[in-house]
């Protein structure tokens, strides 16, 4: 069963700081990784998609890298700013087209 | 493109009532997931289609829940009868060619209120 875990519950960074965000899996055998956010009462957005064979992918100033053999991946955000507040979220693929997700990290970014 | 749309926003009813919610995925992702989230639980896969066709339901809680898809651009979840422990909030995702090969596309949920 593949188990999937981020550290710290929680993070509070002050504004225009870079931060990276931590997600662990148990299973090495995946097909992806996906990052997503999710904002107060709303849904999941999906931000990056990493694939098996990928060790880094970005989008503007984020960058979420994969290292399979460790069961780890990050998410870096350069810069940030109060908008990037929100709890972000890792997910693997596993099963039929189940996706395991973390507990994920809520974000806080102090003006 | 709209995103994926589900409706109503919020929903409040009384134990025992029957409750429907409502999804329209994206324009051509061939995947439709319905998911629960809870405090304690986190998210939870509760069924998925495929072109239209239910393929894995064992997320779904049990004989009170069921699901159609009856074309392409809508899907329903339905609850009858409701209970308290049904309060949460839920998610109607979709996706282009699967979780392994797209990613999810989520909406902004429904949140169920059983009194």
């Known amino acids: 069963k593949q188990e999937v875990t981020q550290i710290p519950a929680a993070l509070s960074v002050p504004e225009g700081e870079n931060l990276v965000l931590n997600c662990s899996f148990t299973d090495s055998a995946i097909y992806n990784l996906q990052w997503f956010r999710q904002d107060p009462g709303k849904g999941l957005t999906s931000l990056l998609l990493i694939q098996s064979s990928q060790r880094e992918q970005t989008s503007g100033r984020l960058n979420a890298s994969l290292d399979k053999s460790s069961g780890r991946s990050t998410l870096y955000i350069a810069a940030s700013q109060p908008g990037d507040s929100a709890t972000y979220l890792c997910?693997?693929?596993?099963?039929?087209?189940?996706?395991?997700f973390g507990t994920g990290t809520r974000l806080t970014i102090i003006p | 493109d709209a995103g994926v749309i589900q409706s109503p926003r919020h929903e409040v009813t009384e134990m025992g009532q029957e409750v429907t919610l409502r999804c329209k995925p994206i324009s051509g992702h061939d995947y439709l997931f319905w998911y629960r989230q809870t405090m304690m639980r986190g998210l939870e896969l509760l069924i998925y289609f495929n072109n239209n066709v239910p393929i894995d339901d064992s997320g779904m809680p049990e004989d009170r829940f069921s699901a159609k898809m009856p074309n392409a651009s809508f899907s329903t979840l339905k609850i009858q009868p409701s209970e308290p422990r049904d309060s949460a909030v839920y998610f109607c995702?979709?996706?282009?060619?699967?979780?392994?090969?797209?990613?999810?596309?989520f909406g902004n949920g429904t949140r169920l209120t059983v009194t």
């Open positions: 995702a979709s996706s282009a060619f699967g979780t392994y090969n797209s990613p999810l596309h």
């Open positions: 997910a693997v693929p596993f099963g039929n087209e189940k996706l395991t």
